[in-house]
């Protein structure tokens, strides 16, 4: 009798010593399970994921250049040919006169001001040299004299606005558009803006037009224009 009670009791402890084993090693497989799903969450100083490293220092390096890229003024064919005419006829490299091109193609849509009337108007003042300056003081593409404009200077436009072209070309299409409400025509507003209002005489505006003319000329016949 007492060896079964001491058998039964051994089987007992023996059963419960099994049970208790496996219920510690469920308990640490899950824990070890729990740590290792919540790691990348709670280890300090963990990397991310390679593939989330990647994907965000892309974004990262994008997203400033997508965000200050100027979206460049593309040439209508026209105007591509006038530009290769003008290089020939001047003598300036073709890269040169790109941005010249631009800033008229985009003002003169803007201010509903034919584009190559900018150009004749370039080519006369400053032959494309957007550093020229007479000698009353006239400066850039369009020989605008500063102490007369200041005022059509958009803000933000730096030190030296007008030796900018395109903030250059964008004073001289305002100042040569008041010209014309004063002087009530193209001819007199051209004269105005030479400086010789009351002597049509003088042939600046005639010297403007038929450069446009040219011009003109050349964009109609096309590409190998000669100059």
């Given at each position: ?9 051994t ?9 208790s ?19 990348p969450?709670v ?11 990647a ?5 990262l ?11 460049p ?5 026209g ?20 941005p010249?091109?631009?800033?008229a193609?985009?003002?003169?849509r803007?201010?509903?001001v ?28 369009m020989q605008?004299i500063?102490?007369y404009?200041?005022?059509k ?6 030190d ?5 072209p ?6 001289g ?14 001819v007199?507003?051209l004269?105005?803006y ?5 002597d ?15 011009i ?5 016949r ?6």
């Amino acid at each position: 009798m007492s060896a079964t009670i001491s058998l039964r009791s051994t089987t007992a402890r023996s059963t419960d010593a099994t049970l208790s084993f496996v219920q510690h090693s469920m308990i640490i497989v899950g824990l070890m399970l729990l740590l290792s799903t919540l790691k990348p969450f709670v280890s300090p100083g963990a990397d991310p994921h390679p593939a989330v490293l990647a994907e965000s220092t892309t974004a990262l390096e994008a997203t400033p250049t997508e965000a200050v890229k100027a979206v460049p003024e593309v040439l209508s064919p026209g105007l591509q040919r006038a530009l290769d005419f003008v290089s020939r006829r001047y003598r300036v490299a073709p890269e040169a006169l790109v941005p010249v091109f631009e800033a008229a193609q985009s003002i003169g849509r803007e201010r509903r001001v034919d584009p190559l009337l900018i150009i004749a108007i370039i080519g006369i003042e400053s032959r494309f040299n957007p550093f020229a300056e007479s000698q009353v003081g006239a400066k850039g593409l369009m020989q605008v004299i500063p102490g007369y404009h200041l005022d059509k200077v958009p803000q933000g436009s730096g030190d030296q606005p007008f030796l900018d072209p395109a903030t250059n070309i964008q004073v001289g299409v305002l100042v040569l558009e008041e010209a014309i409400r004063w002087r009530g025509s193209l001819v007199a507003g051209l004269q105005h803006y030479g400086g010789a209002p009351d002597d049509p005489d003088s042939g600046y505006a005639n010297k403007v037009l038929a450069e446009k003319q040219r011009i003109e000329q050349a964009v109609r016949r096309g590409p190998g224009a000669h100059a």
